[in-house]
C-alpha cells in the first residue's frame, strides 16, 4: 500500500509540474454593441464545471490557468439568451466579441420566492435539500431538527436511536457531542445547500460511529464579497441565551476565503429530583430524596474559516480551521437531600447540603489542509488531507457538605476540591482517489492513518481544618495512545433499473493504556474489516425497493477509559474502566418507495458489547456510582414510515414514524454480576408543516410536533415526551433581511422521568430543564447577495470521543 500511495504521489506532482497553463480571454456585448458587465462565463468539460468567472465593467474577461483540452464555454445574464460554444485549447486564446441576444420573453418584474425543502433518495444516501428554502435562515442545528430521519432533543443527536458523525463537505468534525450542538447552533444555514443522511455509511466514511450526517455547503464561482450579521434571543422560564455573529465571503479567480465567527453567551438551568431506596436482604433499610439544582454559565466562541487557492483548472489547495473556544465556565449545583431510615416505622434520619462550585475551560481547535488533483479525465481525481486537532480542557470544582440532624443542627462538614485536565492531541493523514470506469460505473480507494495522544490529569484535595492536602488515594495521571490504519475500496455501478453499491473496509487499532498511580498498563490491538452493500431496484418512475447493509464500530470516549474516581459530592462520584472493548454494530435495512412520496422500511441492529454509562447504587456503603461499562448486546428493530408531500399550495407536510423494540442485556455490578434484560416496544412520531405566507411568500411558518413513547436505555426506562415547536420567518428588503420569532416546547411538556428498578436496584430520577424558550433572532445581508459561499462543512469522529469526565 506504501509503495502505491508513494507511486500516486509521484504521479500528482509529476502532472502539477508539467502542466501547460494557457489563457482564454475574450469580450461580451449586447446586440447593441454595449458591453456586458457581471455575465457569467464558464468553462465545461463533459458537463463539468472546470472553472468560470464574470466580465467587467467593459465586458472583457479573462480566465487563467488552463490545460489542453476540449472545453465548453458558456455564457449567461439574466434577460439574455445563453450561448455555448465549443473551445479546443491547446495556446493561449483570444476570441471574438461574443453577442448575447436578448430574450424574446418580457421581463416585467422578478420575484424571489423561497424554495420549500425538497427529499432525494440515492443508493446510499437520503438527501434533505435545504438551499434557499424556509429553513436556510435558521442555524444548522434547526435545520437537523427538520431534517428526516433525525432527532434532535435532550442535548442529543440521534438517527435510528443511534449517534450519527458529524461531517462537513466529507470531512469529518472532531468536537464532543456537546460541542458538536454549540457549533451547530451557532452556525447560519444560509450557506447550507443540503443534509445528507446515511444510515449505513459506505466504505469511504469512517467506521466509527453509527450513521453519517453529512452537511453540504453551496460553492460559489463568481468573484466578488458578500456577508452577513445574525443574532437571536431566547428566553427560558430561568435565563436569557444569545447568539451573535457574522461571516464575510470574498473570492477572486483563484482565491476563495470564508470566515464565520459567533458568540453565544448563556445560562442554563437544569432541575433533577432523585429518589434512590437502599435494600438488604429484599428490604428497603433506608431512601434517599434528593433535589439537584445545577446552573451553568457559558460563553462559547466559534470560528469557521477557509481558503482555497486554485493553482489551475485541475489543481487546488485548501485551508480549513474550526474553532471551538469556551473560557471561564461557570458551574453551581446545590444539593439537598433528605435521608430516612426504615425500621418499625420511616423516620426521618438526616440531611445533608452540598454546593458544587465549578470553573471550566475548554479550548477545540481543528486544522485541516487539503490538496485536490483533477485527471483530465472528467470525475477522475485524488485528493489528500492532513488534519490536526489540539484539545485542552480543564475543570476546577470546589465542594462543601453539611451534614444535618432532622432538627438542622450541625453533625459535621466535609470540604473537598479536584482539579482535572485533558490535553488531546489528534493527527490524521487521507489519501481519496476516484475513478469512473465509465458512465455508470465508478470505482473509489484510499487509505487514512490517525493517532491520538491524550493525558488525563486528577488531583483531588482534603482538607484538615484550614490546611489543604492531597489525597493521593483519589488522584491519578492516566496516559492514553491510539493509532489506527485504515484502507477502503468500493465499487459503483447503475444499470437501467438496478444500482449497486459495494465496499470493504479495513481498520487496524492499536491502543496503550497507562493509569500511573495504579501502576497499570493496558494494551491491546484488534483489526476489523467493515463491509458494506447497497442494492436499490427501480420498480418503475415512481416506485423502488432498495436493501442496506452494513458493519459499525463504536470505540469507547477517552474519559471512559479513565479508571479513577471523579467525585460528584460526597456520595456520588463517576468512573471509567480502561479494559473496555469497542462496540461493534451490524444494521441491516430494507425499504420501499411508493410514488415517490412516501417511504416504508424494515431495519435490523445488533449491537456488540456497548459501551455506555450506567448509574449503581451501592447499599452496602450508600453510595452512587456512575460506572462506565461494557453491557453484554442489544437489540433493535423497527418498521419505518416517512413521507413529505405537498396537502396545498402553500403547505408541504413531513411525517416521520417509527415503531420500534429494544432489548439490553447487561451485568448487574452491584448485584452479584447477574445478567439481566430490559426490554420494550417503543414509538415516536415527528411531524413538520411548512407553511408558505403572503402574496410575495415572504412569510414563512414552521409547526412541528414530536412525540417520543417510553423507551428503554441500559438498565433504565424514560418516560414518555411531547413537544410543540411553533416558528414564523419574514423576509424584508428583497430577501436581504429577515425576522424570525417563535416558541419551542410550547406546552413544556418535554421534560422526562428515569426509572431504574431490578434485583436490589431502585432508583427514580425526574428531570426538569428549560425547553420552553420564546426566541427571537434577525439576520441581515450585505454586498453581492447573490453570491454563494464555499464554507465546508464540519467533519466529527474522533474528536466525538473528546467527552469530559465530571459533567453529569
Known amino acids: 500500500m506504501f509503495k502505491r500511495l508513494l507511486t500516486l504521489s509521484f504521479l500528482f506532482f509529476s502532472i502539477t509540474c508539467f502542466a501547460q497553463d494557457f489563457v482564454l480571454e475574450g469580450r461580451v456585448f449586447d446586440e447593441k454593441n454595449n458591453p456586458v458587465a457581471f455575465a457569467n462565463v464558464v468553462l465545461l468539460d463533459n458537463d463539468v464545471l472546470i472553472t468560470g468567472t464574470t466580465t467587467d465593467d467593459s465586458g472583457s474577461f479573462t480566465i487563467e490557468g488552463l490545460s489542453a483540452s476540449n472545453y465548453i464555454l458558456k455564457v449567461t445574464f439574466l434577460g439574455y439568451e445563453p450561448i455555448e460554444m465549443p473551445l479546443d485549447i ?42 434557499n428554502s424556509t429553513l436556510s435562515n435558521n442555524n444548522v442545528l434547526d435545520v437537523l431538527k427538520h431534517t428526516p430521519g433525525v432527532l434532535v432533543y435532550d442535548g442529543s443527536i440521534t438517527v435510528k436511536n443511534a449517534t450519527p458523525m458529524v461531517y462537513l463537505n466529507d470531512r469529518r468534525v472532531y468536537l464532543s457531542a456537546e460541542e458538536v450542538q454549540q457549533l451547530l447552533e451557532a452556525t447560519p444555514a444560509n450557506n447550507i445547500k443540503a443534509v445528507e443522511v446515511i444510515t449505513s455509511p459506505p466504505a469511504k466514511y469512517d467506521a466509527e460511529g453509527g450513521a453519517v450526517l453529512n452537511i453540504v455547503t453551496s460553492k460559489n464561482i463568481i468573484a466578488g464579497y458578500n456577508g452577513s450579521v445574525f443574532g437571536n ?51 428497603n433499610t433506608s431512601s434517599w430524596e434528593t433535589d439537584y439544582g445545577k446552573t451553568i454559565e457559558s460563553r462559547y466562541n466559534a470560528i469557521n474559516a477557509n481558503i482555497d487557492y486554485e493553482f489551475d483548472a485541475r489543481n487546488s489547495i485548501g485551508f480549513t480551521t474550526n474553532m471551538l473556544i469556551a473560557p471561564r465556565k461557570h458551574s453551581q449545583t446545590d444539593v439537598n437531600s433528605i435521608t430516612e ?133 483519589n488522584s491519578d495521571t492516566f496516559l492514553y495512545d491510539e493509532t489506527n490504519y485504515a484502507a477502503y475500496m468500493s465499487y459503483s455501478k447503475d444499470w437501467n433499473e438496478w444500482s449497486l453499491k459495494a465496499g470493504l473496509r479495513a481498520e487496524y487499532t492499536d491502543i496503550k493504556g497507562n493509569s500511573l498511580s495504579a501502576n497499570e498498563v493496558n494494551n491491546n490491538d484488534y483489526l476489523k474489516l467493515f463491509p458494506s452493500v447497497y442494492i436499490t431496484n427501480r420498480i418503475n418512475d415512481n416506485n423502488e425497493v432498495y436493501f442496506n447493509y452494513s458493519k459499525r464500530i463504536f470505540r469507547p470516549r477517552y474519559s471512559q477509559l479513565n479508571p479513577f474516581k471523579f467525585f460528584l459530592n460526597d456520595n456520588s462520584f463517576i468512573t471509567g474502566d480502561p479494559k473496555l472493548v469497542p462496540q461493534i454494530d451490524n444494521v441491516f435495512t430494507l425499504g420501499y418507495t411508493l410514488n415517490n412520496t412516501y417511504t416504508f422500511e424494515l431495519y435490523y441492529r445488533y449491537e456488540n458489547d456497548p459501551a455506555i454509562e450506567i448509574v449503581f447504587q451501592d447499599n452496602d456503603d450508600n453510595l452512587l456510582k456512575y460506572v462506565n461499562t461494557n453491557i453484554d448486546r442489544s437489540i433493535s428493530y423497527g418498521f419505518d414510515f416517512t413521507t413529505y408531500s405537498s396537502i396545498a399550495k402553500d403547505w408541504d407536510l413531513y411525517v416521520l414514524s417509527s415503531l420500534f423494540y429494544y432489548d439490553n442485556r447487561y451485568v448487574s455490578l452491584e448485584s452479584n454480576n447477574q445478567l439481566n434484560t430490559t426490554d420494550k416496544w417503543s414509538v415516536y412520531t415527528q411531524i413538520n408543516n411548512y407553511f408558505s405566507l403572503l402574496k410575495d411568500k415572504s412569510l414563512n411558518a414552521d409547526v412541528s410536533l414530536l412525540y417520543i413513547s417510553p423507551i428503554a436505555d441500559g438498565p433504565s426506562i424514560i418516560s414518555d415526551r411531547l413537544g410543540l415547536d411553533i416558528n414564523l420567518r419574514k423576509s424584508f428588503w428583497n430577501n436581504k433581511a429577515s425576522l424570525s420569532i417563535g416558541v419551542t416546547d410550547v406546552f413544556n411538556t418535554q421534560n422526562f422521568n428515569q426509572a431504574t428498578k431490578y434485583l436490589n436496584q431502585d432508583i427514580f430520577m425526574r428531570s426538569r430543564m428549560e425547553n420552553r424558550l420564546f426566541t427571537i433572532g434577525f439576520n441581515y445581508k450585505f454586498g453581492n447577495t447573490k453570491l454563494k459561499t464555499k464554507n465546508k462543512t464540519i467533519d466529527l469522529r474522533e474528536r466525538d470521543r473528546l467527552e469530559r469526565s465530571g459533567e453529569n
Do not use: C, W
Not at 483570444?94 to 432525494?120: D, F, M, R, S, Y
Not at 476516484?434 to 460505473?441: G, K, N, Q, R, T
Open 341 to 473: 431510615v426504615f425500621g418499625a416505622d420511616k423516620v426521618l434520619d438526616s440531611t445533608f447540603n452540598t454546593a458544587n462550585s465549578s470553573v471550566l475551560e475548554s479550548f477545540n481547535m481543528a486544522f485541516t489542509l487539503d490538496y485536490i488533483h483533477k485527471f483530465k479525465r472528467a470525475g477522475e481525481q485524488l485528493s489528500i488531507s492532513m488534519h490536526h486537532t489540539n484539545y485542552d480542557y480543564s475543570d476546577f470544582q470546589n465542594v462543601d457538605t453539611d451534614y444535618l440532624f432532622p432538627d438542622q443542627s450541625l453533625i459535621r462538614d466535609n470540604r473537598f476540591q479536584t482539579f482535572s485536565s485533558q490535553v488531546i492531541k489528534l493527527n490524521a493523514g487521507q489519501i481519496d482517489y476516484e475513478l469512473p470506469i465509465d458512465d455508470v460505473s465508478v470505482f473509489e480507494a484510499g487509505a487514512k492513518v490517525s493517532n491520538i495522544d491524550s493525558e488525563s490529569v486528577l488531583t483531588q484535595y482534603t482538607f484538615e481544618g484550614d490546611t489543604r492536602v492531597e489525597d493521593l488515594q
Open 233 to 283: 434571543y431566547k428566553q427560558g422560564f430561568e435565563y436569557p441565551k444569545y447568539a451573535l455573529g457574522t461571516s464575510h465571503f470574498f473570492k477572486t479567480k483563484k482565491l476563495s476565503t470564508y470566515i464565520n465567527y459567533n458568540v453565544s453567551p448563556r445560562k442554563d438551568f437544569r432541575e433533577k429530583d432523585e429518589f434512590v431506596n437502599f435494600i438488604d436482604n429484599g428490604s
Open 90 to 131: 491547446k495556446a493561449n486564446v483570444k476570441l471574438q466579441n461574443i453577442i448575447l441576444k436578448e430574450n424574446v420573453e418580457t421581463l416585467k418584474g422578478v420575484t424571489v420566492v423561497a424554495k420549500k425543502p425538497t427529499v432525494t433518495r440515492m443508493v446510499d444516501r437520503l438527501v434533505f435539500n435545504v438551499e
